[in-house]
């Protein structure tokens, strides 16, 4: 089965402190892609970052960056110094192979709170 | 230029009622999705087209009807509105597995 978990409903920091937020997955697929989604207060979906499952290089991207590993079936996000604009909920979702449909399966999404 | 557009934003409506949710999008994009997201946030695939084909269809009830007249339009027709049909409703669309999908800014639909 395809699954996503994000096992923090929510995180609450101070500003400029880092934060980790996890996403463990399942895929009897090869080949798959990973993405994380930004929800802010305003309610829209924002594009963060896709990875596919050949490529295991952390990416880094201003204060985000993103560590994927294989092994534990893990893609985790980190913000560092996070800032009060970053609060909002966070999705880790896949997509596989296993059809045409190009469906995207959510985790349940991780409330972050940055505090000022 | 929005990618992917909806309409109305907001939709409030009473029990029993029929009611449509419009999307399009303009990126030349091949499938289009329609996600629900609950109370919780639960994000969930209800329909997705490709081309104007249904491929698939997520054990919704069939008082949801996804209609596509071209593959620029996905719409949302939903009979016999519930309470329990309260919701965001998101569309989006994608090229490719390649690609994440380009999401819409959501229909916040209220039943009453």
């Known amino acids: 089965a395809q699954k996503v978990t994000q096992a923090q409903t929510e995180i609450s920091v101070v500003e400029k402190e880092d934060v980790t937020l996890d996403c463990v997955y399942e895929t009897r697929d090869t080949t798959y892609y990973l993405f994380w989604y930004k929800q802010p207060p305003s309610g829209e979906l924002v594009f963060l970052i896709r990875?596919?499952?050949?490529?295991?290089q952390n990416e880094i991207s201003g204060r985000y960056s993103w560590n994927f590993q294989k092994s534990t079936s893990s893609f985790n996000f980190t913000i560092t110094a996070s800032q009060v604009v970053d609060s909002a909920v966070y999705f880790c979702a896949l997509r596989g192979s296993w059809d045409s449909s190009y469906k995207l399966i959510f985790g349940s999404g991780t409330r972050l709170l940055v505090r000022p | 230029d929005t990618a992917v557009s909806q309409t109305p934003k907001y939709l409030v409506t009473q029990m029993g009622n029929d009611k449509s949710i419009k999307c399009e999008q303009n990126l030349g994009h091949d499938t289009m999705y329609w996600y629900k997201q609950d109370s919780k946030k639960f994000l969930k695939i209800m329909f997705s087209y490709n081309n104007k084909e249904l491929i698939i269809n997520e054990t919704v009830p069939n008082r949801f009807s996804p209609k596509s007249p071209d593959k620029a339009h996905l719409n949302l027709h939903i009979n016999s509105l519930e309470l329990g049909d309260s919701a965001v409703y998101f569309c989006?669309?994608?090229?490719?597995?390649?690609?994440?999908?380009?999401f819409g800014s959501g229909t916040r639909l209220t039943v009453v």
């Open positions: 990875r596919n499952s050949f490529d295991e």
């Open positions: 989006a669309s994608s090229q490719s597995q390649n690609y994440g999908y380009t």
